[in-house]
């Protein structure tokens, strides 16, 4: 088993992410049509990303300190990976410490700090959330792990394999727009919520509505009409179904891990339509 890799060989993301599609890989790359670029509008922990082959890659995403510790990550690599490995001292594990370095990283400027302490945050706070309020701040607390692990082999696998990509901070639909014939476009948008308790879009700043939802399944259509494939990861709801109707769907089930309680971490149902 190489390392950053689990033992079925996938490439595990170095960021822990609500949402991340590390343990549904399989299914959608089998289902994710041969092309010479993949697209991804949303893309999150990049965990499709790291675990396919494609000649190249455009990754956006609207989190501004996601795709600026890509970017640094990217450009930086050991020289980086070693800057990250000073915050994961232990004394840094207590809630003291981490309430400081979460207020250094919200007044912080320089992107390659802020991009470490991002690290840092992911791996200390609150079930890896990422999460900000109305002010743009990182708000989520302290995670009271006894060990938080640090990527440092999973950052450097990201690095080698970021140099085939482009990382951009954008809209989905700007970032669709420049999608063109020989790319294929993989979107894991904020899912629609199963209740109207768990809107899970609040983790990110902005949220996703219906709207949008409806906006991002048009714009699949519009661009398999261009000859462009497009595979879409959302909830198996009434609402998806309908949005989706001219896709292929592929239904299953999948255990949640959002929250902290294993009781807690029921099955929910889920869909990937492909529109070609």
Same mark, same amino acid.
């Given at each position: 088993m190489s390392i950053g890799t689990s033992r079925r060989g996938q490439a595990r993301p170095f960021l822990k992410w609500a949402g991340?599609?590390?343990?549904?890989?399989?299914?959608?790359?089998?289902? &994710?049509?041969?092309?010479?670029?993949?697209?991804?509008?949303?893309?999150?922990?990049?965990?499709?990303? &790291?675990n396919t082959d494609f000649d190249h890659y455009l990754l956006g995403d609207t989190n501004r300190d996601l795709i600026g510790l890509y970017r640094t990550l990217q450009a930086d690599g050991a020289n980086f990976v070693d800057y990250c490995t000073s915050l994961f001292d232990a004394a840094n594990n207590?809630?003291?410490?981490?309430?400081?370095l979460r207020d250094e990283f919200n007044h912080s400027r320089d992107v390659h700090h802020r991009s470490?302490?991002?690290?840092?945050l992911n791996r200390h706070g609150y079930n890896g959330l990422c999460?900000?309020?109305?002010?743009?701040?990182?708000?989520?607390?302290?995670?009271?792990?006894?060990?938080?692990?640090?990527?440092?082999?999973e950052m450097l696998a990201f690095h080698h394999k970021?140099?085939?990509?482009?990382?951009?901070?954008?809209?989905?639909?700007?970032?669709?727009?420049?999608?063109?014939?020989?790319?294929?476009i993989y979107c894991d948008p904020p899912y629609v919520p199963l209740s109207r308790s768990a809107n899970f879009t609040t983790y990110s700043a902005g949220?996703?509505?219906?709207?949008?939802?409806?906006?991002?399944?048009?714009?699949?259509?519009k661009s398999a009409a261009r000859g462009i494939p497009v595979l879409v990861s959302n909830h198996n709801t009434?609402?998806?179904?309908?949005?989706?109707?001219?896709?292929? &769907?592929?239904?299953f089930k999948v255990q949640r891990f959002i929250s902290c309680d294993a009781l807690n971490r029921n099955t929910a149902g889920e869909l990937l339509a492909l529109f070609t």
């Open positions: 991340g599609k590390y343990r549904i890989l399989p299914r959608i790359q089998t289902l &994710l049509p041969a092309g010479e670029r993949l697209v991804e509008p949303f893309v999150g922990s990049a965990a499709v990303f &790291l207590s809630p003291a410490a981490y309430y400081r470490a302490l991002f690290v840092y999460r900000y309020n109305s002010k743009g701040e990182f708000n989520v607390p302290f995670g009271r792990y006894k060990s938080p692990y640090f990527p440092a082999a970021a140099q085939r990509a482009e990382f951009r901070h954008d809209d989905f639909a700007h970032i669709i727009a420049e999608a063109r014939r020989g790319d294929v949220g996703f509505d219906l709207e949008q939802q409806n906006m991002l399944a048009k714009l699949a259509c009434r609402f998806t179904r309908e949005a989706y109707r001219s896709a292929k &769907l592929s239904k």
